[in-house]
């Protein structure tokens, strides 16, 4: 069972990956026996090149406790979809007469197919895979902590909302298509039967057994998707990041507002912030407009624990890299004040 799922939000290029790797490093630190996944959901992956190793779409080890992935969502697409596909094919075939039509099979095939489903629907089919603790690339690491580096907001809010999967909807079209067209023969006169009669090869406990399978396959993804929402609700965790400008301030507002039925949101990263300089007048002023703007932030989300860090001097990469902002992130803090921050302030 899933302790923790922490979730990333933001506007792209405040360094939401790069708070992401430094909050899963330093909870594998102060967590030693806790197995952590740091896994991306954002279009644009950059755990490889944080990091400095290949990691891709297979889980890579980055720690003695800590794992990261950046998943192709299309693997587990097409596995769905190819299962389906051929279970319509059959069914479809079975049927006398309208199996014969290759408009049928078309439509079938240019319904289900991996490339039809938008990637943000892929992510949420694998986040479900993921989270139900099913096995991925056939590897059994059941993990304590996962900590997502999600997509800008509106990507954000379709890995959540998963109980609407679109997928699930086209899934239910398909199949009162399927039963419209079998209620049509049923319905027609007797000469009609007589004339498919000699094409029915007796089959149809096959044709229920298939289209049994398929409901159930319908079923299924219902029953997952509630878990998973139920999941998310009960240990998942919001944190916002943003830098301190208009524009990054504007979209956690938005996203706050958009993710609140699903998730709850427990601290905003206000990340790199200029540090006090005094030989450098621009940096000064870059500066003062940030200090107005995280002033406004934290008003905002007064409710809320707020981080702040500065802007480090060598730009975070490779592990020693990420270290180094998790200690300027989260300084000498405990793990459960990182896993659970509202309390500290309730007190």
């Known amino acids: 069972m899933i302790d923790k799922i922490l979730v990333f939000g933001g506007k792209g290029g405040v360094g939401k990956s790069s708070i992401s790797a430094a909050t899963a490093?330093?909870?594998?630190?102060?967590?030693?026996?806790?197995?952590?996944?740091l896994i991306s959901f954002d279009i644009a992956h950059n755990l490889t090149d944080i990091f400095g190793v290949p990691i891709n779409s297979k889980i890579t080890p980055i720690m003695d406790n800590l794992w990261a992935i950046e998943p192709d969502p299309n693997l587990y697409a097409e596995k769905y979809t190819k299962e389906l596909v051929e279970k319509m094919k059959t069914l479809t075939k079975q049927m006398p007469i309208i199996g014969n039509l290759p408009?049928?099979?078309?439509?079938?095939?240019?319904?289900f197919t991996a490339d039809s489903i938008p990637l943000a629907l892929k992510n949420a089919m694998f986040f479900q895979k993921l989270l139900d603790a099913e096995d991925i690339n056939t590897q059994e690491i059941q993990f304590d902590i996962i900590v997502a580096d999600f997509p800008p907001t509106g990507n954000m809010v379709a890995l959540f909302e998963i109980p609407e999967d679109q997928v699930k909807v086209?899934?239910?079209?398909?199949l009162n298509f399927y039963n419209s067209i079998r209620g049509a023969i049923r319905n027609f006169s007797k000469m009609f039967r007589q004339i498919i009669k000699p094409f029915d090869d007796g089959s149809y406990e096959k044709r229920r057994e298939l289209g049994n399978e398929i409901f159930n396959m319908v079923i299924e993804l219902e029953k997952r998707g509630e878990r998973i929402s139920e999941l998310i609700h009960n240990v998942g965790s919001l944190r916002l990041v943003t830098i301190a400008e208009r524009p990054s301030f504007e979209e956690i507002k938005r996203a706050r507002d958009l993710t609140k039925r699903y998730i709850s949101l427990h601290a905003v990263h206000i990340n790199m912030i200029i540090p006090e300089v005094k030989k450098c007048e621009y940096c000064k002023k870059i500066r003062v407009n940030q200090l107005k703007f995280t002033s406004e932030i934290?008003?905002?989300?007064?409710?809320?624990?707020?981080?702040?860090?500065?802007?480090?001097?060598?730009e975070p990469i490779g592990?020693?890299?990420i270290k180094k902002l998790a200690t300027e992130v989260y300084g000498n803090v405990t793990a459960d004040e990182i896993l659970n921050p509202l309390v500290k302030i309730k007190k």
């Not at 408009?103 to 319904?111: D, H, K, L, P, Y």
């Not at 086209?170 to 398909?174: A, D, F, G, R, T």
């Open 25 to 37: 490093v330093k909870l594998s630190e102060l967590l030693p026996t806790k197995r952590i996944l």
């Open 298 to 314: 934290k008003n905002e989300f007064k409710k809320l624990r707020i981080w702040e860090s500065n802007r480090l001097i060598d």
């Open 103 to 111: 408009q049928i099979e078309s439509f079938i095939n240019t319904t």
């Open 319 to 321: 592990l020693e890299g």
């Open 170 to 174: 086209v899934l239910k079209y398909s």
